[in-house]
């Protein structure tokens, strides 16, 4: 079955009160971790937008830095997004969907989905891996990241899988992780829409 798109799930309730959370695995340094999968027991896959548009983008290169602040040489990485209101809403309604069924308290739990603020849109936080993960231009020939160096926002789309839910304590988290990556750098990346509250 084909990925869903994640911002269908603002329409789809029996989609989220289906989720499933799988026991606690072993921990390992003090992390233990939960599989997620959906209520027929298959893996949850999402384009993050509509297939054939790229709506998403990636502001600056993915990254992960070790525990002294140095930059780290793992393949895997962190990766943020930045989105618009209507892939934000589906992806929010997802990770609150994960956290009430976690039994984690909302002030512990630590979002991968969040809204705009302090003049910054949308965003979506996942992991990738850059040597494992299938990375696509936008007429879906294969291609590969730009350098950190040479790095200019991407405007792209991505296929996500809802890797599991992880546990320190009292703290959790959603993993997100991308299995597909799309980018095209040659078109100019759109200005975020910002959403401002009046009176705040």
């Known amino acids: 079955m084909p990925p869903k798109v994640i911002a ?3 329409n789809s309730p029996e989609v989220l009160s289906g989720i499933v959370l799988g026991p606690p695995g072993k921990a390992k ?3 233990s971790f939960r599989s997620i999968t959906d209520a027929e027991g298959k893996e949850m896959q999402y384009f993050m937008c509509t297939p054939g548009t790229l709506e998403a983008t ?15 040489t793992t393949t895997r990485k962190s990766i943020l997004f930045n989105v618009p209101h209507n892939i934000y ?36 936080r996942g992991k990738i891996d850059t040597e494992r993960a299938t990375i696509v231009d936008a007429a879906l020939d294969p291609a590969e990241l730009p350098e950190k ?20 304590g ?29 009176g705040a």
């Not at 990636?58 to 780290?72: D, L, R, S, T």
């Not at 988290?173 to 990556?181: E, I, P, R, S």
């Open 8 to 10: 269908d799930l603002v």
């Open 29 to 31: 340094g003090g992390i």
């Open 58 to 72: 990636i502001p600056f290169a993915p990254g992960v830095f070790a525990q002294n602040g140095a930059e780290a």
């Open 89 to 124: 809403e589906g992806a929010r309604l997802l990770e609150e969907a994960v956290q009430q069924k976690s039994g984690i308290a909302v002030p512990c739990w630590t979002y991968s989905v969040k809204p705009p603020e302090d003049y910054r849109p949308c965003r979506i």
């Open 149 to 168: 160096d040479n790095w200019v926002p991407q405007r792209c789309n991505a296929v996500m899988c809802v890797t599991g839910c992880w546990q320190q």
């Open 170 to 198: 009292r703290n959790g988290g959603l993993l997100l992780t991308v299995q597909q990556l799309q980018i095209d750098a040659d078109s100019p990346v759109p200005e975020p829409v910002l959403f401002v509250i009046v």
